[in-house]
């Protein structure tokens, strides 16, 4: 069936090091992938995006590319703050059988970045 | 991109009671979905808000314990019923702008079932 898989948490890290935040998914046909990210206390908001294969998306310094060969959309940042603490959530939206779209949400994984 | 509010924030209740959540979208939008997340878990979605018509529930959840209306294209509420322990979760509230768009998530209510 359709999935999402996320390197379980937390990660902790040290200010200003490279953050990588693993997903891979199973999908039938042509998904789209989002990273959503959660604050303490608050919903789910999108961080980024990509529509096909080899896209990259990005913001706010965070970085996945959609690579179909080996169904990943890892989450990278070159340099993670304390504000980036958060938990993180990968995505897959899919056309689904009954011609509706649908999300899938992974489990998330909580970052802890210490000062 | 949407802004969704909802209410209340938290709330403590007793066993069998039941609780209203309303959803407030601050634009007109296709769709809204309920979504439970229990604590350290992911999302599960418990049913899609059909505007006019009776919601579409996910496996495992039923309209008599979580009651869903939406009388327009902007508010949803969601009744969790006859409450027990095991459904103290955080409730969101989302949204999507079209079918295959992103989707948009409400701060969430905290609910504690004593």
């Known amino acids: 069936g359709n999935s999402v898989t996320q390197m379980e948490g937390p990660v902790t890290l040290s200010e200003e090091a490279f953050l990588t935040i693993n997903c891979t998914y199973t999908?039938?046909?042509?998904?789209?992938l989002f990273w959503y990210v959660q604050y303490p206390g608050e919903g789910l908001q999108l961080l980024l995006k990509?529509?096909?294969?080899?896209d990259k998306g990005s913001n706010k310094g965070f970085e996945a590319t959609y690579r179909k060969e080996t169904t990943s959309f890892h989450l990278e940042k070159g340099s993670v703050q304390v504000s980036d603490s958060a938990v993180y959530f990968c995505a897959l939206l899919l056309l689904t059988t009954s011609g509706t779209y649908k999300y899938i949400f992974g489990t998330g994984t909580r970052l802890k970045v210490l000062a | 991109s949407a802004v969704i509010s909802q209410k209340p924030s938290r709330d403590i209740c007793q066993r069998g009671t039941s609780l209203t959540i309303q959803c407030q979208v601050d634009?007109?939008?296709?769709?809204m979905f309920w979504y439970r997340q229990q604590p350290g878990q992911s999302l599960t979605l418990i049913a899609t808000a059909n505007q006019g018509s009776e919601a579409t529930y996910e496996s495992g959840f039923v309209i008599d314990k979580f009651p869903i209306s939406r009388p327009n294209l902007t508010f949803s509420t969601l009744t969790v019923s006859n409450m027990s322990p095991e459904d103290s979760s955080i409730y969101l509230c989302s949204a999507r702008g079209g079918p295959d768009g992103p989707q948009h998530f409400g701060d969430g209510t905290r609910l504690s079932i004593l």
């Open positions: 999908a039938t046909g042509y998904p789209s």
């Open positions: 634009s007109q939008v296709t769709m």
């Open positions: 990509a529509t096909k294969a080899d």
